[in-house]
């Protein structure tokens, strides 16, 4: 069967500079721009001009810059919005105006004071107004996770003959359920008249940690696209992590879907994304955290040791990270010491491995992690222990 390719959308320097304490200045948001152009991401969703002239100056800029990806801006349904959306991005080889609104209740009653009639309306008119600026327009449909999937498909249709592109359907709040959002977009897929001719798009927020895995039902239900961002950065929660999203796919060819991202550039950008909005990666995050590919423990690292196969399903190479580490911890064993020492060139027979690790083990019960420096101070330590090490009991290894 032909691998169906997936768009990936990202939305890093706008969903994701909405997370608090972000504030990217405009050099640097040109510089992940090139990153995730370079990375292969087909849209980079460059921000929402109307929301500041610092944000407006950013997407502009990055229009200037950007060839090979889609820039995209985002709008409300206002015409106000979608002037300067496209002011901001016209400059771009390929640009999209993103416009939309909300189509759940509650939005409807609480946040428009308004009723559905007058959603279609507005919705339709923002795509059509839009449209006069370019061809590709991206509608989103606001909460579209909380709202009635026959609501919705009304919706979509009606913006469909507007004229949008692609159509947005997001899970704004994180409320879904995987196996409710891919029957949402199953929904969309079979009910809505021209639906074959958009893409239609993914955008899942975390709230329940479910972000991911509503972003795969969505494919796997029909979706083409798929929004996210670097290191999962965004409102509250955050949105589906490109990183997960973009590896899951590639791990599992059974699923026979594949992106343009170049996976092996992926730590690179994540860090990249980390240091210039100030957002630490958590350390067990997948893919991208510190621990990703460290192992600690004595039973998984003497697995590792034996063969890497025993407790790793990805290889790091394939996102960009050398090789995994052993980490030297009080969990740790007799395999990983001996390991470790080898790197530095130190071979020890099993007296001698015995010793220093009742030594190492001391050291390790105080500290968090035993580094290079401290197993030479060990063996220094061992060594003072004359009655049970011998020289000849360590080889030391020209390396
Ligand atoms: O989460 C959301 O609904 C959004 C839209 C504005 C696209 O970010
Ligand atoms: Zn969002």
């Given at each position: 069967m032909?691998?169906k390719?997936i768009?990936?959308?990202?939305t890093?320097?706008?969903d994701?500079?909405?997370?608090?304490?972000?504030?990217?200045?405009t050099?640097e948001?040109?510089k992940?721009?090139?990153k995730l152009?370079?990375?292969?991401?087909d849209?980079i969703?460059a921000?929402?001009?109307i929301?500041?002239p610092?944000d407006?100056?950013s997407v502009q800029?990055?229009?200037?810059?950007?060839?090979n990806?889609v820039?995209?801006?985002?709008s409300r349904a206002?015409?106000?919005d979608?002037?300067?959306?496209w002011?901001?991005?016209k400059f771009?080889?390929k640009?999209?105006i993103?416009?939309g609104?909300?189509?759940s209740?509650?939005?409807?009653?609480y946040?428009f004071n308004?009723n559905k009639e007058?959603i279609?309306?507005i919705?339709?008119k923002?795509v059509?107004y839009a449209?006069?600026?370019t061809e590709?327009?991206?509608?989103?449909?606001?909460?579209?996770?909380?709202?009635?999937n026959?609501?919705?498909?009304?919706?979509?249709?009606k913006?469909i003959?507007s004229g949008?592109?692609?159509?947005?359907?997001?899970?704004?709040?994180g409320?879904?359920?995987?196996?409710?959002y891919?029957?949402?977009?199953?929904?969309?897929?079979?009910n809505?008249k021209?639906?074959?001719k958009?893409?239609?798009?993914?955008?899942c927020?975390?709230?329940?940690?479910?972000?991911t895995?509503n972003s795969?039902?969505?494919?796997?239900?029909?979706?083409?696209?798929?929004e996210?961002?670097?290191?999962?950065i965004?409102?509250?929660?955050?949105n589906?992590?490109?990183e997960e999203?973009?590896m899951i796919?590639?791990q599992?060819p059974?699923?026979?879907?594949?992106t343009?991202i170049?996976?092996?550039?992926?730590t690179d950008?994540?860090?990249l994304?980390?240091?210039?909005?100030?957002?630490?990666?958590q350390?067990n995050k997948a893919?991208v955290?510190?621990?990703a590919?460290?192992?600690s423990?004595?039973?998984?690292?003497?697995?590792v040791?034996k063969?890497?196969v025993?407790?790793e399903?990805?290889?790091?190479r394939?996102?960009g990270?050398?090789?995994?580490?052993?980490v030297?911890?009080?969990r740790?064993g007799?395999?990983a010491?001996?390991?470790?020492y080898?790197k530095l060139?130190i071979i020890?027979?099993?007296?001698?491995?015995?010793?220093?690790?009742?030594i190492f083990?001391?050291?390790?019960d105080?500290?968090i992690?035993?580094?290079d420096?401290?197993?030479?101070?060990?063996?220094e330590?061992a060594?003072l222990n004359?009655k049970n090490?011998?020289?000849?009991?360590?080889?030391?290894?020209v390396?």
């Amino acid at each position: 069967m032909k691998k169906k390719r997936i768009k990936i959308f990202d939305t890093s320097l706008r969903d994701g500079e909405q997370i608090p304490g972000c504030k990217l200045k405009t050099k640097e948001k040109i510089k992940i721009a090139k990153k995730l152009e370079e990375l292969g991401v087909d849209v980079i969703e460059a921000g929402f001009p109307i929301s500041s002239p610092g944000d407006y100056n950013s997407v502009q800029e990055i229009s200037k810059n950007i060839s090979n990806s889609v820039v995209c801006a985002l709008s409300r349904a206002l015409e106000k919005d979608i002037n300067i959306a496209w002011n901001a991005i016209k400059f771009a080889k390929k640009p999209r105006i993103h416009t939309g609104i909300g189509t759940s209740n509650y939005h409807i009653r609480y946040k428009f004071n308004s009723n559905k009639e007058k959603i279609i309306e507005i919705a339709e008119k923002a795509v059509k107004y839009a449209k006069k600026f370019t061809e590709d327009v991206e509608f989103y449909a606001e909460d579209a996770g909380r709202t009635e999937n026959i609501f919705l498909a009304i919706v979509c249709e009606k913006v469909i003959k507007s004229g949008a592109t692609v159509i947005n359907i997001p899970d704004t709040t994180g409320y879904c359920l995987p196996k409710e959002y891919g029957e949402k977009i199953n929904f969309l897929k079979e009910n809505v008249k021209g639906i074959h001719k958009v893409i239609l798009s993914t955008h899942c927020h975390n709230d329940l940690g479910l972000a991911t895995a509503n972003s795969l039902y969505g494919v796997i239900n029909g979706a083409e696209q798929v929004e996210c961002t670097i290191n999962g950065i965004g409102e509250r929660a955050g949105n589906t992590s490109l990183e997960e999203i973009v590896m899951i796919m590639k791990q599992n060819p059974s699923l026979n879907f594949y992106t343009s991202i170049k996976t092996r550039q992926l730590t690179d950008v994540s860090s990249l994304v980390s240091k210039y909005t100030g957002i630490k990666i958590q350390a067990n995050k997948a893919i991208v955290g510190m621990n990703a590919f460290s192992h600690s423990s004595g039973i998984h690292q003497d697995g590792v040791i034996k063969n890497k196969v025993t407790y790793e399903s990805i290889n790091p190479r394939d996102v960009g990270v050398d090789r995994s580490s052993i980490v030297l911890t009080a969990r740790s064993g007799r395999a990983a010491l001996s390991y470790r020492y080898k790197k530095l060139g130190i071979i020890l027979n099993k007296s001698s491995l015995d010793l220093v690790y009742s030594i190492f083990l001391e050291y390790a019960d105080k500290n968090i992690e035993i580094t290079d420096k401290e197993l030479m101070i060990i063996l220094e330590k061992a060594k003072l222990n004359k009655k049970n090490f011998l020289h000849s009991d360590i080889r030391i290894n020209v390396i």
